[in-house]
């Protein structure tokens, strides 16, 4: 059976969401699970159950690592003094919304091994953990959203984090909200994005002597 056909099969169990369908097309056939995550900023201020929560963090653990590494290292705020904690150092534009979720993850990574060796992939690795992560939470249903802006030196400061750990970004997770649980100003941003064509994203090969 063919790789197409096979998707073909399994997109018949999990289906594409209506707003995904509206706002994104490919040009080969993609999972649904694939093209149904995308980063909404809109949460229903809704508490999760921690089943919910250690099976994303479960499906993050399972990523790939160079030499099975796992370098990844999560800061997890659940009640609400340790996101209280982290809203002090996201920016103060996505407070506007991120106040809302229900579980803030710093994702981070150990630059060093056991050995004292670096990792050069530790950040590749890390990120591997958080795409695994989002595919999991929106397999369960749940909103996913990155943070890149936040003070990193204060979530260093406030957490106690040493300095041979790398902070990445802080991940917002909860329950999808409606456009009505959202800041106005964010409305208009408020859709599955589109990507880049694929040629965009494949560079040639130039052969030696052909420079």
Do not use: C
């Amino acid at each position: 059976m063919s790789t197409t056909s096979r998707l073909e099969q399994e997109q018949t169990v999990i289906q594409y969401r209506k707003e995904v369908l509206e706002h994104r097309a490919t040009a080969k056939p993609v999972h649904p699970i694939i093209l149904n995550r995308w980063s909404s900023r809109s949460f229903a201020n809704e508490a999760i159950s921690d089943d919910q929560l250690y099976t994303v963090l479960e499906a993050a653990r399972w990523a790939p690592s160079g030499s099975n590494a796992q370098p990844w290292r999560f800061y997890v705020a659940k009640t609400e003094q340790e996101k209280e904690l982290f809203q002090q150092f996201i920016n103060p534009r996505n407070r506007v919304w991120s106040h809302k979720a229900a579980v803030f993850i710093l994702v981070t990574s150990a630059k060093f091994n056991n050995e004292g060796k670096l990792q050069s992939s530790h950040a590749f690795d890390a990120g591997a953990a958080w795409a695994t992560l989002a595919y999991q939470a929106s397999a369960l249903g749940l909103n996913t959203r990155a943070i890149g802006g936040f003070d990193r030196e204060e979530a260093r400061r406030l957490l106690a984090i040493p300095g041979d750990i790398e902070l990445h970004a802080v991940i917002s997770l909860g329950v999808r909200g409606t456009l009505e649980d959202l800041d106005e100003s964010f409305h208009e941003a408020e859709k599955p994005s589109q990507r880049k064509a694929l040629e965009d994203s494949i560079l040639p090969i130039i052969l030696p002597g052909n420079h």
